[in-house]
């Protein structure tokens, strides 16, 4: 078993630049992860594997991250019981494609569909925690702290703002 609760897969290697962003607050949240890239149309059959092993490795959250006909959130989602986060590529369409193939999943193959692009894996990634934080009160406070930041952040990007206009 190993500490990686979440496993992301990516279409191709060149959803990386977007992917990344979600390893980024995955990190900033001291949540294990491990990526790979995997084709719901080229490597059907690696993907399956992939899925099962990371199951019995204890993963507990899949993002899967796919332009242009984007099947591979739905793939995974038919092949595993555990929550699916899709994001949706812009490789095509300004990501449309991707986001419709993403989002319209058939009844009992539920994906949980975010943004296209990098604010898409960000945002998968912080679907991803709060997901995990309903079974580790320490990651809840994680998180919890992480939002006070956000608040914090935005109230003096105001306060700076109030002081420049109020000269």
């Not at 990686?4 to 992917?19: N, R």
């Not at 959250?61 to 699916?84: K, Q």
Request: charged share 20%; aromatic share 2%.
């Amino acid at each position: 078993m190993s500490n990686h609760k979440v496993a992301i897969l990516m279409g191709s290697a060149s959803d990386l630049p977007s992917m990344e962003a979600a390893t980024q607050v995955l990190d900033d949240l001291g949540i294990g992860w491990r990526m790979a890239v995997r084709s719901a149309h080229r490597t059907p059959e690696e993907t399956v594997s992939y899925v099962r092993q990371a199951e019995s490795d204890g993963v507990q959250v899949l993002i899967c991250g796919a332009g242009m006909a984007a099947h591979l959130a739905g793939v995974v989602a038919a092949e595993s019981l555990l929550p699916v986060i899709g994001v949706p590529i812009n490789a095509a369409f300004d990501g449309m494609d991707a986001l419709l193939a993403t989002v319209q999943m058939p009844p009992g193959i539920p994906v949980a569909t975010v943004a296209v692009g990098r604010a898409g894996a960000k945002n998968a990634a912080w679907l991803a925690a709060r997901i995990l934080s309903l079974g580790d009160s320490d990651l809840n406070t994680r998180l919890v702290a992480a939002k006070k930041t956000q608040r914090d952040n935005v109230l003096a990007s105001d306060a700076e703002l109030q002081a420049r206009l109020n000269k």
